[in-house]
């Protein structure tokens, strides 16, 4: 068992039972006041985010959480199947736990699987991923005055927006973080 001294932004802790991945961690003096931590974080496996206060010196339960580089193969009815790099083992994953990042998934891309004792965690996204566009409005020429948005869907079926010169076929960075377009990408 550890303190709340340990605190750290990424440390997974046990909180009521379920893991819990923290996001902030800040300790606060109120005048003459007890000392506590203000730490906000992620249930990981409702995906809900949790705020709570802790006391100074309070024991909290550390989880062990191995971080490890799978390749997503392809989708089997509802779960995500995924190769571990090193041994060739595959595993499948909740829809749940993949997230919205399965929007971004493409055969072959790497991501990064937290796991615990066995049980997946999370899905991590790489930062970027380069997607083909599938399918957009044609953009109005003439009209480069303005920095118009139109929508987009790209062959993993996310539906982004992308600036008006961006055509059908053309491939593009989108940042897996926000959702958004970064940059157009030649081939």
């Given at each position: 068992m550890s303190t709340t001294a340990d605190l750290r932004r990424g440390a997974v802790i046990k909180f009521n039972n379920d893991p819990c991945l923290?996001?902030?961690?800040?300790?606060?003096t109120p005048?003459?006041?007890?000392?506590?931590?203000?730490?906000?974080?992620?249930?990981?496996?409702s995906g809900k985010?949790?705020?709570?206060?802790?006391?100074s010196g309070e024991s909290i339960d550390f989880l062990r959480v191995e971080k490890r580089v799978f390749q997503y193969l392809y989708k089997d009815g509802d779960s995500f199947v995924f190769m571990n790099n090193d041994d060739y083992e595959q595993?499948?994953?909740d829809p749940k736990?993949?997230?919205?990042?399965?929007?971004?998934l493409k055969e072959g891309v790497n991501v990064d699987i937290s796991t615990n004792e066995g049980e997946v965690m999370s899905v991590d996204a790489p930062a970027?991923?380069?997607?083909?566009?599938?399918?957009t409005e044609p953009g109005v020429r003439g009209d480069t005055v303005?920095?118009?948005?139109k929508p987009a869907t790209l062959e993993t079926g996310a539906a982004i927006t992308v600036p008006i010169f961006v055509n059908e076929g053309d491939l593009i960075r989108i940042d897996t973080?926000?959702?958004?377009?970064?940059e157009r990408v030649k081939a």
């Open positions: 923290v996001l902030e961690s800040e300790h606060r005048g003459n006041l007890r000392a506590f931590y203000q730490v906000k974080m992620r249930n990981l496996r985010l949790l705020e709570n206060r802790f006391r595993i499948s994953v736990i993949v997230g919205d990042v399965a929007k971004f970027h991923v380069n997607l083909r566009v599938t399918h303005n920095n118009i948005m973080a926000t959702g958004s377009y970064i």
